[in-house]
């Protein structure tokens, strides 16, 4: 049987092995058709029916049963997310697995046409080991990403002395995206 | 002593929480109709078995070390590890049985109203059969659809071969 205990490992897994098949674009219309469409329907729902509470009442009692290390930061107009310590992200690297490229894609991958269905967008950037942040504001809000520290204060991964720190590759940066690929690398 | 540690020696990936996340049958589930419906059946059985052979591999790697006895502590483990599940594993020096009281999978998803996919019950055939043939072994599923019998056995000529119509349509 295909577990659940262990399911980041076969879920990365299987990334590589769709890619293998298909090339990106098949994994590309995983991420959105089997996580957004299927798999997290309840989370598509909630979110295109509540808007900012809906990501409260998904975000809440989803991360804290994965395991996460995480800060939320709610205004009115923003919903955002400071992950110090990804649940999937640390299992894959305590483990020594790396199939796919870039893992932490398939947030995005799933999340972004998510948001787009549900009028957001999403200012996010990742480090690679386990450490991302996540602004979500309606589309008609024009408002740039926060600076460090200005919204979520002292909870602000972006002021971690290890969020740049020992990166062999870079930090994926996104603004105002809703699409995995709309990434830029930040040196 | 991390939750983790009672899995250590049996299962190749370790977590730092004792049990998974329910709520990822979903994307199991998911996965599986969204292979089906882009390339078909024969594409679904091939996922299966690949993962089988590739990503469990250091299962296939143990169970060739350990024999039965390891087939039988690698089961223990994993259904320790999945939340909802009621299974008795029974080992003898010809063969580990499963008896699966209760699938978490099955009853996950029913409990969530989710569409299963119908070939859902195969894949524990498909996979396990995939780890099991570099050990040596072979692996018999009789039922399904929340319940089913697994029998894992040495792999010889007078092992009847899987009738897939044996295991359960799942809804």
């Known amino acids: 049987m295909i577990g659940c205990y262990d399911f980041c490992g076969h879920y990365e897994w299987t990334f590589e092995w769709l890619r293998q098949l298909g090339g990106h674009e098949l994994v590309r219309a995983y991420w959105d058709e089997a996580i957004h469409q299927d798999s997290q329907l309840h989370a598509s729902e909630l979110i295109a029916g509540k808007g900012i509470k809906g990501m409260k009442e998904y975000w809440g009692p989803t991360l804290a049963d994965e395991g996460a290390v995480y800060e939320r930061t709610v205004t009115d107009d923003v919903f955002r997310i400071d992950m110090h310590e990804c649940p999937s992200k640390g299992f894959l690297i305590s483990n020594g697995l790396e199939q ?16 787009k269905k549900a009028g957001f967008v999403i200012d996010h950037e990742h480090n690679h080991c386990g450490q991302c942040w996540w602004e979500m504001r309606r589309k008609a809000d024009a408002s740039p990403a926060s600076a ?37 690398a930040v040196s | 002593m991390p939750p983790a540690a009672s899995h250590a020696n049996a299962l190749p990936y370790t977590d730092t929480k004792p049990v998974g996340h329910a709520d990822f049958y979903f994307a199991v589930n998911a996965t599986f109709r969204f292979i089906l419906r882009h390339h078909g059946e024969e594409a679904l059985r091939k996922y299966w078995r690949d993962i089988g052979s590739s990503y469990y591999k250091p299962v296939s790697e143990r169970w060739m070390q350990r024999g039965m006895a390891g087939v039988a502590e690698y089961w223990r483990a994993f259904f320790a590890a999945e939340p909802g599940a009621t ?11 499963l008896e699966v009281k209760t699938c978490p999978v099955i009853r996950h998803l029913r409990e969530h109203g989710r569409e299963i996919v119908p ?29 089913c019998t697994q029998r894992f056995m040495k792999r010889t000529a007078n092992v009847p071969t899987q009738n897939l119509e044996d295991i359960a349509t799942a809804s």
């Open chain 1, 148 to 184: 460090p520290g200005a919204l979520s204060g002292k909870s602000d991964v972006r002021l971690r002395s290890d969020w740049k720190a020992d990166l062999v590759g870079s930090i994926d940066h996104y603004e105002r995206a809703t699409d995995p690929d709309d990434k830029t």
């Open chain 2, 87 to 97: 299974v008795e594993v029974t080992e003898s020096a010809e063969e580990v049985r």
């Open chain 2, 119 to 147: 070939q859902f019950c195969q894949h524990c055939y498909f996979v396990s059969e995939a780890i099991a043939e570099p050990a040596g072994m072979t692996v018999r599923v009789c039922g399904g659809n929340g319940s």
């Open chain 1, 100 to 115: 796919y490229r870039d893992y932490c894609d398939h947030c995005m991958g799933w999340i972004g046409p998510l948001m």
